[in-house]
């Protein structure tokens, strides 16, 4: 990512997809998108009634720095999970796909992410208009060097028999290129999000339960700068007496239908400001 990442766009989409320029006139987007908006997509969510880590509680080590550079038994099943776990093949739902559309209807969009499987970069939207606080599945790193490349090398090395593949460069230690639990989020990755929170219009947090911090204090950043504040999420968040309007319906259904009102114009041609403040649940 590179930019500054409140500014509107402005021309075509830098990889080609023809994105007519965004309207300044039209209030500026911000969305944080929890695991809940990729459920429709096959991944399971973790904190939810039937999330991972209430069925496994095992499955924390996991993604836990400690657990995973000590103990080289949650490293083999965590290289496991990354080759047959469902994020692997997972593709993009309707409410990845509705972001894209609304970035495409010329509102100027920016999606604050914790999620590392890359979907919103899937369905359309360019890295550079994405920000992945938990950081990202798609890369390998090495703990010791630094080193990254493509998730898909390190699976090939795993499908052909390592079953906990070493850095080619220094025999250190591999992970996903994600912010495991003890480990600090990247700070300039956070200040841009802060940034985006506090610079947007309109803050729409989706599938997300806004009590991992800091992300969860996005929402009432941008609450407190005079955003409007919508939540579409099926659990009550803390967040939830800040908000303009709380969505309790589907997020592959309600997101679509939210984005599509926030992209029309008002009956006077100027932008939308997005529907009238409600409550769905």
Same mark, same amino acid.
């Given at each position: 990512m #590179?930019?500054?990442?409140t500014a509107p766009r402005s021309g075509s989409d830098p990889v080609g997809s023809g994105r007519p320029a965004s309207n300044p006139s039209r209030p500026p987007v911000a969305l944080l998108s929890g695991a809940g908006i990729s459920t429709d997509s096959g991944i399971p969510d973790y904190r939810g009634p039937n999330g991972v880590w209430r069925r496994d509680p095992g499955a924390e080590k996991l993604v836990t720095y400690h657990h995973?550079?000590?103990?080289?038994?949650?490293?083999?099943?965590?290289?496991?999970?990354?080759?047959?776990?469902?994020?692997?093949?997972?593709?993009?739902?309707?409410?990845h796909r509705a972001v894209v559309e609304l970035a495409d209807a010329g509102v100027p969009v920016r999606v604050i992410t914790q999620n590392v499987d890359g979907l919103h970069q899937a369905a359309g939207m360019p890295d550079r208009e994405v920000l992945e606080l938990h950081g990202t599945a798609r890369l390998f790193e090495c703990v010791d060097c630094g080193?990254? &490349?493509?998730?898909?090398?390190?699976?090939a090395r795993v499908e052909a028999g390592e079953e906990d593949p070493p850095c080619t460069l220094c025999a250190g230690i591999l992970k996903s290129a994600t912010v495991?639990? &003890?480990?600090?989020?990247?700070?300039?990755v956070l200040g841009r999000a802060v940034a985006v929170a506090g610079a947007s219009a309109v803050f729409v947090a989706v599938g997300t339960s806004l009590r991992?911090?800091?992300?969860? #204090?996005?929402a009432r950043i941008a609450a407190e700068a005079g955003a409007r504040l919508i939540i579409v999420n099926a659990e009550p968040t803390p967040c939830d007496a800040l908000a303009d309007e709380v969505i309790r319906e589907?997020?592959?259904?309600?997101?679509?239908?939210?984005l599509a009102?926030?992209?029309?114009?008002?009956?006077?041609?100027?932008? #939308? &400001?997005?529907?009238a403040p409600t409550d769905r649940g």
């Open positions: #590179s930019g500054d990442e995973y550079v000590n103990d080289p038994e949650i490293r083999r099943r965590a290289w496991r999970v990354r080759l047959t776990g469902p994020a692997r093949h997972a593709r993009p739902n309707a409410a080193a990254r &490349g493509p998730m898909a090398d390190a699976l495991m639990f &003890g480990q600090a989020l990247d700070r300039e991992v911090q800091p992300a969860a #204090s996005l589907p997020i592959g259904r309600a997101l679509p239908a939210l009102e926030l992209a029309a114009p008002a009956p006077d041609g100027t932008a #939308s &400001g997005g529907p």
